[in-house]
């Protein structure tokens, strides 16, 4: 067993890891003041290929494997949990396509990613959150074309992405077994953006509602079969959760980072208070979780490298890197007492950053119930 990345990836994180600093955290407070991103910062994220990290190489991106996309998304959860999403989403939007798309579909997103482009996955609406069964969006197809009509909701990149990978249901009764994926590019006549959300935590992200009143798609359009949707979705979630889980991980490191280096500087009673046991114990605490939670991301993402199953390791991943999100961000805030709660210092921020680790991509309820499903079933 094999526990360090090669020279090439170490390369590769130290270059992520310059980027992070130069262009992420420094403006870290002043995106999550603005609920945006800096302008140009996608634009620099894909001049450092950041955008198109699960392209295969025959469709002209870097052909990275997991391994090595989950350690860049751990260096960028440790900037900005908020951006590292949004250009996670790009992934997250991508494996339908990646996973069940023709050639063509393929090649159309993956050019699109590989000059720069942003991509939104949109599943959730809603009466439809956990449920994925709920979706109300409808396809009714006629000829050789659909049209599409319905809401989506808490969509991350909804706002700025150029294509979006729909979900809707074809049959009339609806239900899982006609959930169905289509590509739908942003331009599309009677497709637009709602409400943008102002959320608690990740507000770089840009998360926005879809409207689709009476989108006509041609039928090539649809990935996959009618039907073939929740398939679809639910594959695609089993390999992005790791990811989800890599960006947790190094969102709760840069809060251990922090909160030690605090420990050390702070003065009480005379003496450092990272000399206090009481403390120690915290540390140690928020250290242990941190590095289990780090080897349950790389087990899961080295599982699907090897073309094993990964589904229940994901689920873990996912489930307990985002508690121990919660968790060590949460200690961190303790830690740093009066001054870990104000927002002049990061780890404020980072707390608030972490609920939604617990939420997206499947609520951490729904990870133990896949998990449990595994195990027993």
């Known amino acids: 067993m094999e526990f360090a990345f090669t020279e090439e990836q170490e390369e590769l994180r130290e270059m992520v890891k310059e980027f992070v600093e130069k262009e992420i955290t420094p403006f870290a407070e002043e995106m999550d003041r603005n609920n945006a991103a800096t302008p140009e910062l996608f634009k620099k994220a894909a001049d450092m290929g950041l955008l198109n990290v699960i392209v295969p190489e025959e469709y ?14 751990e260096e960028l959860g440790k900037g ?5 999403t949004s250009i996670a989403a790009n992934s997250l939007a991508s494996y339908p396509v990646l996973l069940k798309g023709n050639d063509e579909q393929k090649k159309t997103l993956c050019d699109l990613l590989n000059s720069g482009g942003l991509a939104a996955f949109a599943l959730t609406e809603p009466g439809a959150g956990s449920d994925a069964g709920g979706v109300a969006t409808k396809a009714v197809k006629d000829g050789d074309h659909y049209t599409l009509n319905g809401n989506k909701i808490f969509i991350t990149n909804g706002g700025l992405a150029d294509t979006y990978l729909i979900f809707a249901n074809t049959r009339k009764s609806g239900g899982i077994r006609g959930l169905t994926a289509f590509v739908v590019p942003r331009n599309t006549p009677g497709f637009s953006i709602g409400k943008k959300e102002d959320k608690m935590g990740i507000r770089p992200s840009n998360t926005c509602e879809l409207i689709l009143q009476d989108v006509v798609v041609p039928e090539s359009a649809r990935v996959g079969r009618e039907g073939e949707g929740f398939r679809i979705a639910m594959n695609t979630l089993d390999s992005a959760r790791p990811f989800v889980a890599a960006v ?70 996912k489930c ?54 595994k195990i027993l079933y």
Do not use: H
């Open 248 to 317: 947790s991980v190094g969102l709760a490191q840069s809060a251990l980072d922090i909160a030690a280096k605090y420990a050390k500087e702070r003065r009480q009673f005379g003496q450092p208070i990272a000399s206090f046991q009481m403390v120690q114990a915290m540390i140690a605490d928020m250290a242990m979780k941190v590095e289990t939670a780090r080897l349950l991301v790389y087990k899961a993402c080295w599982l699907r490298d090897q073309g094993l199953e990964f589904s229940k390791e994901a689920a873990m991943s």
């Open 80 to 84: 900005c949990a908020g951006i590292a």
């Open 320 to 373: 307990y890197a985002g508690d121990v999100a919660m968790q060590v961000t949460t200690d961190a805030v303790q830690i740093m007492g009066g001054y870990g709660y104000s927002k002049e210092y990061p780890v404020e921020k980072k707390m608030r950053d972490a609920k939604i680790m617990q939420i997206y991509e499947g609520t951490n309820q729904i990870q133990r119930l896949v998990i449990a499903n």
């Open 60 to 73: 002209g991106g870097p052909g990275l494997d997991s391994v090595t996309v989950a350690m860049i998304y």
